[in-house]
């Protein structure tokens, strides 16, 4: 049970570049949601997912997309990266329904830099 | 709207002594509250949570946290730090209703000294 995976560990991008961030869970939990953890504001929300196919948009989700073709996967993409997306990127996933155990599980990051 | 404060940015404490970090949230309806913990460069690991029931929460590494419905607060706490607890210390807040999601506070840094 490898819990939430995340790839790459680092990434530096250069400005417009664009490039797909990777996470995959085994529990076979229904939510899946990135967020973007930046010095002094914690963690804020970016898109996330109650199931394979359904997407919703979070606290800052521009300049970011979703997809969920499975329940496993749950991919990031910048579209166009700006140095402004410089930050260290989360995935998580939790149980959706009543009754679970609540807690969001966390992958172990990506650091992404945009020169 | 939902949202966490952490007072404090900072907090140290020496090695044996009791160690409390703030906070207060804002949620409508009944809050689910939770404590994660980050060391360096690693993500986040879950610490404890509230639901219902009991207001005083165990959770791991000996840390507790007590809910206070009235001042809206959800304090971590440990009665004698370790220097091993050093790390970032993330309060959050979802609220009962279906298909809310979490919000996290900015974090505490908690440097314990030897």
């Known amino acids: 049970n490898a819990g939430v995976t995340q790839t790459p560990k680092f990434q530096v991008l250069k400005t417009g570049q664009s490039m797909t961030l990777q996470c995959a869970q085994d529990?076979?939990?229904?939510?899946m949601s990135w967020y973007r953890q930046d010095p002094g504001m914690g963690l804020r929300l970016i898109h996330y997912?109650?199931?394979?196919?359904?997407?919703d948009q979070g606290e800052v989700p521009n300049g970011y997309n979703v997809s969920r073709s499975t329940t496993e996967d749950f991919p990031l993409r910048l579209l166009s990266a700006a140095p402004s997306q410089t930050s260290v990127y989360f995935c998580a996933s939790r149980n959706r329904y009543q009754g679970s155990s609540y807690e969001q599980y966390f992958g172990p990051g990506t650091r992404l830099t945009v020169t | 709207a939902q949202s966490v404060a952490q007072p404090e940015d900072q907090v140290n404490v020496a090695e044996g002594n009791p160690l409390t970090v703030k906070c207060t949230y804002s949620?409508?309806?009944?809050?689910?509250l939770f404590w994660y913990v980050q060391y360096p460069n690693r993500g986040l690991q879950f610490l404890l949570k509230?639901?219902?029931?009991?207001?005083l929460v165990k959770g791991s590494y000996g840390f507790e946290a007590e809910f206070n419905k009235s001042q809206t607060s959800f304090h971590l706490k440990k009665p004698s730090a370790l220097v091993s607890d050093s790390a970032l210390y993330f309060c959050a807040v979802r609220g009962v209703l279906y298909g809310q999601n979490f919000v996290f506070g900015p974090g505490t840094r908690l440097s314990v000294l030897p």
């Open positions: 949620v409508s309806g009944n809050p689910y």
């Open positions: 997912s109650v199931g394979a196919g359904i997407t």
């Open positions: 509230y639901i219902t029931g009991d207001n």
């Open positions: 529990m076979n939990h229904e939510y």
